[in-house]
C-alpha cells in the first residue's frame, strides 16, 4: 500500500500518462484497462473509478476475459516462489497466508493448478485478500467442476474484486470531487 493515499481531485487532473502510472497495474500487467478507463473521468469519488474498471472488464467478450486471466500469476506458483510478483501480489497472496503453507498443501495447490490451466486455458484466479488458504483449496476443487464460460465470467469478478482493493488501496476514500473543483 502506498503510503500516503491520492486525493480524488488529484486523480481526476491526472494526465493520460500519471493515470497510467498509477492505476496501470490495478488490473494485473494490463495497462490497456486504465488506458480505457481515463476518459471516463472526472470520477466522482472512489467508486466511480471501481465502476469505471468494473464496467470496462464485464463489457469484454469472452475472449478478452480470458485474455486478462491469463496474465495474473499462478497462487503459490513459481513466480512466488522465487519472489517475482509484482508488489501488489505479493502483499495479496501473503495476506491469505500462501507464503506460510506446509509442503503438503503446496502439492496440493500446484497440482489443482495445473489441472485448472490444462482444463481451461488460463489460471486459476480469486481474489486472495478475501480468502484464506483453505477457502481458496476448496474454491479451486469446486471451480474446476465448472464449465469454460462460468468460469471466464467467475474469474473476471474475481479480478474486479482485485482491482477494487487495489484502488482503494491507492485513492483515498474519503475525498469527494465536484465538477467545479476540478
Ligand atoms: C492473485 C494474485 O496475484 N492476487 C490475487 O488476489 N489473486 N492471483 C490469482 N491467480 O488468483
Not at 22 to 29: A, K, M, Q, S, W
Not at 142 to 169: F, H, M, P, W, Y
Request: net charge positive; aromatic share 6%; charged share 30%.
Amino acid at each position: 500500500m502506498p503510503s500516503t493515499q491520492i486525493p480524488l481531485k488529484k486523480v481526476n487532473k491526472m494526465t493520460y500518462e500519471e493515470f497510467i502510472r498509477c492505476f496501470g497495474n490495478v488490473v494485473e500487467h494490463c495497462s490497456l484497462c486504465a488506458a480505457a478507463v481515463w476518459r471516463e473521468r472526472p470520477f466522482h469519488d472512489v467508486q466511480h473509478i471501481a465502476s469505471s474498471f468494473g464496467d470496462f472488464i464485464d463489457r469484454l467478450p469472452t475472449s478478452g476475459k480470458e485474455g486478462i486471466l491469463r496474465l495474473h500469476p499462478d497462487l503459490a506458483g513459481r513466480l512466488a516462489q522465487s519472489g517475482q510478483l509484482t508488489s501488489e501480489s505479493t502483499r495479496e497472496q501473503r495476506s491469505a497466508g500462501l507464503d506460510k503453507m506446509s509442503e503438503e498443501e503446496r502439492q496440493r495447490m500446484s497440482v489443482l493448478n495445473k489441472r485448472y490451466k490444462d482444463k481451461f486455458g488460463f489460471p486459476f484466479v480469486i481474489c486472495a485478500r478475501e480468502n484464506k488458504k483453505d477457502a481458496i483449496l476448496k474454491g479451486l476443487e469446486e471451480r474446476l467442476e465448472n464449465s469454460q464460460l462460468t468460469e471466464a465470467i467467475t474469474g473476471a469478478n474475481e479480478v474486479k474484486k482485485i482491482c477494487r482493493l487495489r484502488i482503494l488501496d491507492l485513492v483515498n476514500s474519503d475525498s469527494q470531487s465536484t465538477q467545479s473543483s476540478l
